[in-house]
């Protein structure tokens, strides 16, 4: 399985949270969408371990099958479907969510991730909610 891993998963990774862990060590390959990282280091710059902080997500990032997901000109065409969606159905989600859910949707990744507004897009495959 192709996971994509959102920004409160990969802090659970980060705690050693053992559901995770073996999620991810089984794994096909982790996708991390481009807003995780910017998400992640906006944290790290209030934050008082930024450097610390920093040098575990790169290593992370360099691990064997961990990659980066960048949005292209179909993320943009996706986003676009996915807003329509949620406004008709009247389920807004964050916008930072809303580009997960397209780059997910996009590379038909299944999505770790805490967040139970993802529920309101059926089209995606969700772990980790609980």
Sequence with gaps: ???????NR???LCDADPAVIAMLERAESIL???VVIAELRAGFAIGKRMQQNEQVLRRFLNKPGVSVLYATDATTRGYANLYRQLRSQ?????TNDLWIGALVVEHDLALLTRDRHFAHLPQLTLLGVS
């Design 90 to 94: 009247g389920t807004p989600i964050p």
């Design 10 to 12: 990969y802090r659970d």
């Design 1 to 7: 399985m192709r996971i994509a891993l959102d920004t």
């Design 32 to 34: 991390v969408p481009f």
